[in-house]
């Protein structure tokens, strides 16, 4: 899998830059020290994050708000600078066409970044989570009781090539009042370390505690590996990437996690579907944007509707650059699809190639929905409500979609502002990760003299 070769050589590439951290004399001077140890490096950075924590846990609504809005004139202001680091990741990339999905994840354009500072002013103009108080009961004694929203404190984020992570994860943390470190991909080490500079330099002018955006600027797999160990001072992780970012998260961490994994997403298309809509959603779904993970992987289509829908629709999808590969069903009707072998169908592409299947009813969907999908989006095409419902009690995913397509199920477009990943997890979150996800709760009393009798 693309995603997953990236990812492999993501952890095992390292870097010969000398990596070097300025210190302060006792007059003030600053000096550059000789680098430091993979561990003393990673002790460094995360010791200086736990410090800014509790300071940036008490700031108020109006700091926050007014440093992300001037995060987001810098990143404007700073559009050549971004793009120019942006070419030089995208230069050492290479253009191989293996590569490709990849690289779209890669690239940045003005568009791409007049998106990401819209993304910040949305934040801003969301509500503060913390300090939310839904409800304080009294008990016998006269005792109240309630819960409060508080950070979670310093989140470590380690994903994949996508600058936009950068900003996302940065911006949300800081309005949760959470400390984050990020270790960005080493194919994007020269964007991000931009993004994480122009963030991390407007905050701290805005009166935004030092630490609170941190970046590790050593791709070396180590450094992810020792990050994995810092339980004192690093509170939750939060991986994104593929299965071998997984695995060595997986065998390296003793700190909680919330995984971001693989989106093998499907769309099933019902015998009674509307097939004007569904082919719509479909297109979109596959070809909007095909190296994310909400895009779809898998089409399933009921054999009533299969003769009059799918051959039309594999036409547009080839149009449109996309490889159908079929089930043996599928080639009867459109014979210039390529044939699917079985591990197409759970296999997250992220790029023009789609696993398609004709399916018998919907009891055969759910069945394969449940064998090779990755539990992040499904979603059904119909316009009968029992189906519909049932679709939506019996699909095990972070967000199950009706009439709509998986590229909806995204952050921004469920109205959280910005996304710091959509979890795979049980746990705590589940889907996209907006403002209120990145925060937990803690008990407050209000008593009189009560004792335990």
């Known amino acids: 899998m693309p995603e997953q070769q990236d990812q492999q050589n993501d952890l095992e590439r390292t870097t010969s830059q000398t990596s070097t951290v300025s210190v302060e004399t006792p007059q003030g001077e600053a000096q550059q020290e000789p680098e430091l140890s993979v561990p003393e490096y990673v ?30 004139e810098a990143l404007e202001a700073k559009v050549e600078d971004i793009l120019a680091e942006n070419e030089k990741d995208l230069a050492a990339y290479g253009e191989n066409p293996e590569k490709q999905a990849s690289a779209d994840r890669l ?20 509500p503060d989570p913390l300090g939310s108080m839904p409800k304080m009961w009294t008990r016998p004694n006269g005792m109240q009781v309630g819960r409060v929203r508080v950070p979670i404190g310093v989140i470590g984020i380690i994903y994949e090539s996508r600058p936009n992570v950068t900003v996302d994860s940065a911006v949300l943390c800081l309005k949760s009042g959470n400390v984050c470190v990020l270790r960005g991909g080493s194919d994007a080490i020269q964007t991000n370390r931009m993004l994480a500079k122009i963030l991390s330099d407007t905050a701290d002018a805005q009166g935004i505690p030092p630490g609170a955006i941190s970046f590790v600027d050593r791709p070396d797999r180590e450094v992810v590996e020792e990050l994995l160990k ?82 039309a629709l594999v ?94 199920n995204d952050g921004y477009q469920f109205g959280l502002g910005a996304e710091i990943g959509i979890s795979t997890s049980r746990i705590h979150a589940r889907g996209p990760m907006g403002l209120e996800e990145l925060t937990c709760s803690k008990f407050i009393v209000m008593g009189s003299g009560q004792i335990r009798e």
């Open 43 to 72: 002790r460094t950075l995360v010791t200086r994050a736990r410090s800014a924590s509790s300071k940036l846990a008490s700031l108020s609504s109006h700091v926050k708000n007014q440093a992300l809005l001037a995060m987001a």
């Open 107 to 126: 690239k940045l354009t003005p568009e791409r970044i007049a998106e990401m500072a819209r993304g910040v002013r949305a934040v801003a103009n969301l």
């Open 230 to 311: 810092q339980d004192r001072d690093v509170d939750l992780i939060i991986p994104r990437g593929g299965p071998s970012l997984m695995k060595t998260v997986a065998e390296h961490a003793t700190i909680p996690v919330l995984k971001h994994d693989e989106g093998v997403c499907h769309v099933y298309v019902d015998q009674d579907a509307d097939l004007a809509m569904a082919e719509t959603i479909c297109l979109n779904a596959k070809v909007q944007r095909p190296s994310t993970c909400n895009a779809m992987e898998g089409l399933l289509v009921n054999q009533v509707v299969a003769r009059t829908f799918l051959p």
């Open 315 to 408: 036409n547009k999808l080839h149009e449109a650059g996309v490889e159908v590969r079929g089930c043996p069903k599928t080639l009867q009707l459109c014979p210039d699809v390529k044939p699917a072998a079985e591990d197409d169908f759970g296999k997250e592409f992220l790029s023009r190639i789609l696993a398609v299947r004709i399916v018998k009813h919907l009891d055969e969907a759910l069945d394969h929905i449940a064998k090779y999908g990755s539990r992040h989006t499904e979603a059904i095409v119909t316009n009968d409500y029992a189906r519909a419902m049932r679709f939506l009690r019996e699909v095990d995913a972070s967000a199950v979609m009706v009439n709509a397509s998986t590229r909806l």
